[in-house]
């Protein structure tokens, strides 16, 4: 049957962050710091909607775009948090920030376009751009330079194929934040270029140094800049599957119509939980927000140290809820380290290798979890290390 197989689809290696996730799910007595997923349950007061929609029969459909009342607080919500403007008409609510990825790659890609993507990066983001039809080109960032997308490397990645660059900022998996002096100094390649940027924030409120900055808020970049953002990670709401995305004009019309055949619309009762996290949100300040951002900024805290203790030298992220130490003190590369660490030891962490070349010698490890879990892990990495 493999000729029926679309050539695109069967080209893709599955994704290394689920490969251990898998086997960790059935080992007895495993430690995981593999999947980026909050430990803390979605705010009673969000379930609570969820629970209600459903008791007032809200079990219909939605228009394509989603919840008018729900585009509006997230129109409300870019502009007060992070100071970019994008209207409720040009918002799409999306099955989780993964969707709005899909779209706007879809909506973006024709066949050669070139999509510069700055590694280590998310999984999901090169195999997207493959399926589109586009060709992912990966752009190397190095710890010495906070693993930070400069202006240099942007312009020697171009090329007369280029047409878009993904930014992905408060960084998975490095932890890595861009300034907005950092930010500024990458608009002018952009826009000498003529570029589309395809900014993924869905942990722009996991961040240790200061409020998030958008590139979209920078002179008129929102014009040129798919933002994509969602409520899984600072709402602890993976499983809702919700997220939004925000576009110019014509890449929104595109994006919409490809959403319509495919998707529909995000299911209701996501909707209306994701209206209520932002609704309390600003009437509490995003307080439940801001509590889990100090735990997880402990916890980071913790690992950072703790690597860098056992000669593992490990950057100090500061945003989203990983670290990602380097191995190669060791002797081993990332995939050797870490499924070395699984089979005696029984903690998953990923091999960097997954997010792109520029991970080979290092590993993820997620703090979304536990601080019980985490010094457990480390006490088991310690054996491991000391045993090599």
């Known amino acids: 049957m493999k000729n029926f197989v679309n050539k695109r689809a069967a080209s893709l290696q599955p994704s290394g962050i689920r490969k251990f996730f898998d086997i960790v799910q059935k080992m007895e007595g495993a430690v995981s710091l593999g999947v980026g997923e909050p430990d803390f349950v979605t705010p009673w007061d969000v379930r609570d909607a969820a629970i209600r929609s459903l008791q007032r029969g809200y079990t219909q459909y939605t228009g394509n775009r989603g919840l008018p009342e729900l585009r509006s607080l997230i129109s409300r919500y870019l502009a007060e948090r992070f100071s970019v403007n994008y209207p409720p008409e040009r918002t799409i609510v999306t099955v989780g920030a993964s969707e709005a990825i899909d779209l706007a790659l879809r909506a973006v890609c024709d066949d050669g376009d070139e999509i510069l993507i700055p590694e280590p990066s998310y999984v999901s983001y090169a195999p997207a751009v493959t399926l589109a039809g586009g060709t992912p080109v990966a752009v190397k960032c190095v710890a010495a330079n906070d693993f930070i997308l400069t202006p240099d490397l942007l312009e020697k990645a171009i090329t007369p194929k280029?047409?878009?660059?993904?930014?992905?900022?408060?960084?998975?998996?490095?932890?890595?934040?861009m300034t907005k002096e950092q930010l500024e100094a990458l608009v002018p390649v952009i826009e000498k270029h003529d570029?589309?940027?395809?900014?993924?924030?869905?942990?722009?409120?996991?961040?240790?140094?200061?409020?998030?900055?958008?590139?979209?808020?920078?002179?008129?970049?929102?014009?040129?800049?798919?933002?994509?953002?969602?409520?899984?990670?600072?709402?602890?709401?993976?499983?809702?599957?919700?997220?939004?995305?925000c576009a110019p004009a014509e890449i929104d019309a595109?994006?919409?119509?490809?959403?319509?055949?495919?998707?529909?619309?995000?299911?209701?009762?996501?909707?209306?939980?994701?209206?209520?996290?932002?609704?309390?949100?600003?009437?509490?300040?995003?307080?439940?927000?801001?509590?889990?951002?100090?735990?997880?900024?402990?916890?980071?805290?913790?690992?950072?140290?703790?690597?860098?203790?056992?000669?593992?030298?490990?950057?100090?992220?500061?945003?989203?809820?990983?670290?990602?130490?380097?191995?190669?003190?060791?002797?081993?590369?990332?995939?050797?380290?870490?499924?070395?660490?699984?089979?005696?030891?029984?903690?998953?962490?990923?091999?960097?290798?997954?997010?792109?070349?520029?991970?080979?010698?290092?590993?993820?490890?997620?703090?979304?979890?536990?601080?019980?879990?985490?010094?457990?892990?480390?006490?088991?990495?310690?054996?491991?290390?000391?045993?090599?």
């Open 254 to 388: 595109a994006m919409l119509k490809i959403h319509q055949y495919t998707i529909l619309c995000a299911p209701q009762m996501s909707q209306r939980a994701a209206v209520a996290a932002l609704k309390n949100g600003f009437d509490d300040g995003f307080s439940t927000v801001e509590e889990m951002r100090e735990e997880y900024g402990r916890r980071g805290r913790f690992l950072v140290n703790a690597f860098n203790s056992l000669g593992l030298k490990c950057f100090r992220p500061k945003g989203a809820f990983y670290v990602f130490p380097s191995v190669e003190s060791t002797g081993l590369d990332g995939e050797s380290f870490a499924n070395g660490l699984l089979e005696k030891y029984k903690v998953a962490v990923v091999p960097g290798s997954a997010f792109g070349s520029a991970g080979k010698n290092f590993v993820r490890c997620s703090y979304a979890t536990s601080m019980q879990q985490l010094t457990v892990a480390i006490e088991r990495i310690t054996d491991f290390i000391e045993g090599l």
């Open 195 to 245: 570029l589309l940027v395809i900014s993924d924030e869905i942990y722009a409120e996991l961040t240790y140094i200061g409020r998030h900055v958008s590139i979209a808020s920078l002179g008129n970049m929102a014009e040129r800049t798919v933002l994509i953002n969602g409520f899984s990670k600072a709402f602890a709401m993976t499983g809702w599957r919700v997220g939004f995305v």
């Open 162 to 177: 280029t047409k878009a660059v993904i930014l992905a900022y408060p960084n998975n998996p490095t932890g890595a934040v």
